[in-house]
């Protein structure tokens, strides 16, 4: 450790000097930081506009309007299947009823209300993370953590959207932070903390059976430190997993109608058939070289500074892992990997508390030969440079970029409720746009169907295969929509068969500037039948 001039000690905030003295008292109440977060997260549902992923809601929010309002509410070919457990939808459910009770579900309050109780969850989770900094390195790099989870644009892309990987995100976060293998030998979790951290990682595989894949690499971490082994598997691990699993067999068994072993499906079809690779395969290495170096941006070398500066490899195996794992399955997306984000900005915030050290050790020298210095310290320039990176990706993504597909439906949401919408017919790729959970209606609805399927195209793949020959059959037999949603590019080939059948541009709505996996879908456009 170095010495100042007169003696005294600087601290650097690395594991040994963590080590080195009892673990002090956060100079923040949890109260305190929760509540920032919260408001934080809160401010950040609110500014969420677009549309992401279609699990966001058709795995979801859909499942869960179906559950509280009846049986007008699509499942998917997965709750047929039985791959999906209803025990994350639940929570929404009781939500939607709750609203339903204080005649609260409007079309805005439905529409913003499940990310609002989202950002509760996601609050938890940034607090879980400055907690699990401050106890791994203390406040120093704790606060710097926070900063670099709030202001990361990927975490504030996704954190607050109602994808079951969020929650598994934030029950992941409050797992480790239980977990004794996850601390340094001097640095010990609070006695009884490892059966949390067992229940909270058992509820994580329930909500997302992948998650054992970062549960895996902590229970081996446990196995190897403990001296208690025998006691954690048959007392601890055995008895707090076969709970959670027998509870959450029990609400699937009530809400499927029948016995149903989700994770066991969930496995079959994703890992032993490579059933999810027919949405689409990605090279083996695309999580190091494109999706995770994406999600971590302007962070990454800061990241990779904090892993070597702190040589804490616990962590940073675990992100290794699961980053390795998940690279072998052909599917691959983003939010897969969410769970193991926040920890890589753990390392960015140890990185970024370095240099906060170097530059006050740097001030004190140079104080008394000059009076203030016009240029700005190192520090000063990385938190420039991150927030000028991250804050216009973060406010592009959430207000602008595929933002048609929410405010069409929006707008239908609306026009329902006013009675001027009777049905709805999507002629696009399936799962394009939120469906019954934002329109909150009883009216029928068709989008085009893409369940795998053996031998023929799904219908979703011919109708991009050729618009206007499936548009025409499809007419042979439909009754007559009141309103046609689709995107422009579609239109392009359909305007002629659209006037044909008395059909007219009543909405327009921005979607996109460029490209994402098809061609351009710059609008989103809402056609309604006239009255002659």
Not at 65 to 77: E, K, N, Q, S, V
Not at 191 to 212: F, H, M, V, Y
Not at 490 to 514: G, M, P
């Amino acid at each position: 450790m170095r010495q100042r001039k007169n003696g005294s000690s600087i601290k650097h905030p690395n594991l040994s000097d963590a080590e080195a003295k009892p673990q002090k008292k956060s100079p923040y109440s949890s109260k305190d930081v929760f509540l920032t977060c919260l408001g934080f997260r809160m401010l950040n549902a609110l500014l969420i506009q677009t549309y992401f992923n279609p699990d966001e809601h058709w795995q979801a929010l859909e499942v869960a309007h179906r559950i509280a309002f009846g049986r007008y509410g699509h499942l998917t070919w997965e709750w047929e299947e039985g791959i999906r457990s209803y025990l994350h939808p639940m929570m929404f459910a009781l939500f939607y009823k709750l609203l339903a009770l204080l005649r609260l579900d409007t079309p805005c309050v439905m529409i913003k209300a499940p990310r609002l109780l989202q950002s509760i969850f996601s609050a938890v989770g940034d607090l879980y993370l400055y907690k699990l900094s401050f106890a791994l390195f203390g406040d120093g790099v704790a606060k710097w953590a926070l900063f670099s989870q709030l202001a990361n644009w990927f975490m504030f892309f996704c954190f607050n959207r109602t994808f079951s990987n969020s929650l598994e995100t934030t029950l992941t976060l409050v797992g480790l932070y239980y977990w004794p293998s996850v601390r340094s030998s001097l640095n010990k979790a609070p006695s009884g903390s490892r059966k949390w951290g067992l229940a909270l990682a058992a509820l994580a595989c329930a909500i997302r059976p992948t998650s054992a894949v970062t549960w895996v690499y902590v229970g081996l971490l446990e196995l190897y430190s403990t001296h208690d082994r025998l006691r954690f598997i048959f007392v601890e691990l055995i008895p707090i997993g076969s709970v959670v699993l027998g509870i959450t067999c029990l609400l699937d068994r009530l809400m499927y109608d029948s016995w149903v072993l989700v994770p066991l499906n969930f496995l079959k079809f994703n890992f032993l058939s490579s059933g999810g690779d027919y949405y689409g395969t990605h090279k083996w290495h695309w999580y190091f070289t494109q999706g995770f170096t994406v999600m971590v941006f302007t962070f990454l070398p800061f990241c990779v500074a904090g892993i070597i500066k702190s040589k804490y490899w616990k962590l940073s195996g675990l992100i290794l892992w699961v980053l390795g794992l998940y690279s072998i399955l052909g599917h691959k997306e983003f939010r897969f990997v969410l769970p193991v984000l926040p920890i890589s900005l753990i390392f960015a915030g140890y990185s970024l508390a370095a240099l906060e050290e170097r530059g006050s050790r740097n001030g004190e020298k140079k104080r008394s030969s000059c009076i203030c210095n016009k240029w700005p310290s190192r520090k000063q320039l990385a938190i420039f440079f991150l927030l000028a990176s991250n804050i216009p990706m973060a406010l592009y993504m959430n207000l602008i970029h595929q933002r048609g597909a929410e405010d069409a439906m929006n707008y239908l949401s609306k026009e329902a409720a006013k009675g001027k919408v009777k049905s709805i017919v999507f002629l696009m790729p399936c799962h394009a746009t939120p469906y019954y959970s934002t329109l909150h209606n009883n009216l029928p609805m068709r989008f085009l169907d893409c369940a795998p399927s053996k031998g023929m195209p799904a219908e979703s793949d011919r109708f991009m295969m050729d618009p206007v020959s499936f548009a025409v059959d499809f007419a042979k037999n439909w009754s007559r929509p009141s309103h046609i949603v689709l995107f422009d590019s579609e239109e392009r080939h359909l305007k002629d068969f659209l006037v044909s059948h008395s059909f007219r541009e009543v909405r327009r709505f921005f979607h996109a500037h460029f490209k994402v996996d098809r061609d351009l879908q710059a609008s989103v456009v809402v056609y309604a039948m006239t009255d002659s």
